[in-house]
């Protein structure tokens, strides 16, 4: 009997990847393409669409080789939550003055439309209850209204902008329907716990954006599926360009880090409770999103959401973040004297690792039992790139306690471990103020993403929340979860919870060293006191 097999495929900041996956959730096989990125000016982040779907044709392509086309029967994509920008013939469209229509996508990183966040927070508009009483300026409606503001010509130039997931679902089917899950979660598009669905015209003639409703929202998507639905089969072009069959099944997608709790929420670990709300699930890459899921609604301060079916149908999903984890331990690493030698003569992972094996020999000398005891006297506050969550406040700066006249490899090492920490003391934050709107206590942290690769990072993460931690046996959730949706347009199973119990897989439980839970608990009080003197220090200087 030939096998069966869904293709996943990942667009994430810097790569696109895709794998070959059995009905059971392995992966056969992966490939990988970076992207290009620009970055015309502070805090701009651009990229482009063809470049972004000529990288997707690479990776189908090479997993896809040597394998029956009839045995691939689903294709699931998942991508950043970027802005993508077209014309009215649907080619790219430039969206800044760099007048390069090959940069027509604006990353989810970029912090250009702050004033625009500001204005649309001031309507005090009830559907921000959904993102937490706040839109960020990562979503996009801020963006839209930049590019309404400071684009004025091309505004009307415009004819289609998508967030990046539903871009890849239309070039692959030509279908133009949009997947529940970026709309709710990025488009502040209405699925109310009243019933309500649809685009809230109050809102967007409040913020004026109700041009967008123009020819029945043909630019911003009126047809919405739920993610895993058969969104269209593969165009003929696209089929011959990929080998595969014409109208192989692809799913509607869903944003990266969703691909990644729905990849990872399934996961069994040994003596750990199965239900999908008592876990927080971490998919820690560049950034970091914490994603819950309850049977019912939640609002929660300064934490998106509730998102309904965003990630898991029928389901409450509220989403939590920090806008930077991954890139931020990059950047204390480059940033050092020490990690700037050390990089030189070896890639960021033997970096990391070398840095763990100097902590343990520090601990060893100073005769203490575990690593974390080391930065007594050492804190960080990690918002180099502002706050997502739960403050929701991308005004916020990083802060250091604890600098000597040291620029020694040591000294690093403490650099690295007090921002592992602060990472760590941010879940817990986040944690705490899903417990104070009524979340039940959580009794499991399963977690995915490059950064979880460090052993250090995911002891640190159990011990400051005091919750056990899962590390699927399967390492790439993200991709898992795009092949999920895969699995669910071919109809292989009969829902998406089916898929997930199926392709969940299994996973190593990291315990929390309760030893030195009075330690963290102490550097937690640290912690929350250091935003509150940055806010006390911005008073002072706004007086």
């Known amino acids: 009997m030939n096998l069966k097999y869904f293709i996943g495929v990942d667009v994430g900041s810097g790569s696109v990847r895709a794998a070959l996956v059995d009905k059971s959730g392995h992966i056969i096989k992966t490939a990988v393409k970076n992207l290009q990125t620009w970055k015309p000016k502070a805090d701009y982040y651009e990229q482009s669409s063809n470049n972004v779907w000529e990288c997707c044709e690479y990776v189908i392509k090479a997993v896809a080789e040597n394998i029956d086309p009839e045995n691939v029967i689903g294709i699931g994509f998942d991508a950043t939550c970027s802005l993508v920008a077209l014309d009215k013939n ?5 969206v800044s003055d760099s007048c390069n229509n090959e940069q027509n996508i604006i990353m989810w990183m970029d912090h250009r439309a702050q004033s625009e966040a500001d204005f649309i927070n001031k309507t005090g508009h009830g559907i921000l209850e959904y993102v937490g009483g706040k839109v960020s300026l990562e979503m996009e409606m801020p963006k839209l209204l930049w590019l309404k503001k400071n684009m004025p010509n091309q505004w009307s130039e415009y004819g289609f902008f998508f967030d990046l997931p539903d871009f890849l679902t239309w070039k692959a089917t030509g279908s133009m329907s949009r997947s529940l899950c970026s709309l709710v979660c990025k488009w502040n598009y209405e699925c109310s716990v009243d019933g309500k669905r649809g685009w809230n015209m109050d809102f967007l003639r409040k913020i004026g954006l109700d041009d967008l409703a123009g020819e029945d929202f043909k630019k911003i998507g009126k047809k919405v599926l739920m993610p895993g639905d058969y969104c269209g089969g593969l165009t003929n072009e696209v089929a011959r360009s990929l080998n595969l069959l014409p109208g192989t099944p692809v799913a509607t997608s869903i944003i990266d880090a969703h691909a990644g709790g729905l990849g990872m929420i399934g996961a069994k670990g040994q003596n750990i409770d199965d239900n999908m709300s008592s876990r927080l699930g971490l998919i820690c890459g560049t950034s970091t999103c914490h994603m819950a899921v309850n049977t019912e609604p ?42 700037a030698k ?34 007594k006297d050492f804190h960080v506050w990690p918002d180099y790139h502002g706050n997502r969550s739960p403050l929701s406040d991308p005004e916020m700066k990083g802060m250091v306690i604890g600098l000597t006249i040291n620029n020694s490899e040591e000294n690093l090492a403490l650099l690295y471990l007090a921002t592992i920490q602060a990472l760590s003391y941010g879940t817990r934050h986040i944690i705490d103020a899903l417990y104070q709107a009524g979340y039940a206590p959580f009794k499991s942290l399963p977690v995915c993403g490059g950064i979880t690769k460090d052993p250090l990072f995911v002891q640190i993460q159990a011990d400051a929340v005091g919750l056990p931690v899962l590390k699927p046996h399967e390492k790439e959730s993200v991709l898992v979860g795009a092949a999920i949706l895969g699995a669910c347009a071919s109809s292989y199973f009969n829902n998406v919870q089916a898929a997930i119990q199926s392709m969940g897989g299994t996973a190593d439980v990291v315990k929390p060293n309760l030893k030195i839970k009075s330690y963290h608990d102490k550097k937690y009080q640290v912690f929350l006191k250091m935003f509150q003197d940055q806010l006390q220090y911005r008073s002072i200087m706004n007086s």
């Open 342 to 375: 050390l990089l030189n003569n070896c890639s960021s992972g033997d970096a990391r690792n070398h840095l763990r094996k100097l902590l343990t020999q520090m601990a060893n000398n100073q005769g203490l039992e575990d690593v974390s005891l080391l930065t």
């Open 90 to 94: 649907g080619n790219p469209k430039a």
């Open 298 to 339: 939640i609002m929660v301060k300064g934490v998106w959401g509730p998102y309904f079916s965003a990630m898991v149908p029928n389901m409450w999903l509220n989403e939590g973040g920090q806008s930077a984890s991954g890139m931020l331990l990059d950047f204390v690493i480059a940033s050092h004297p020490a990690g």
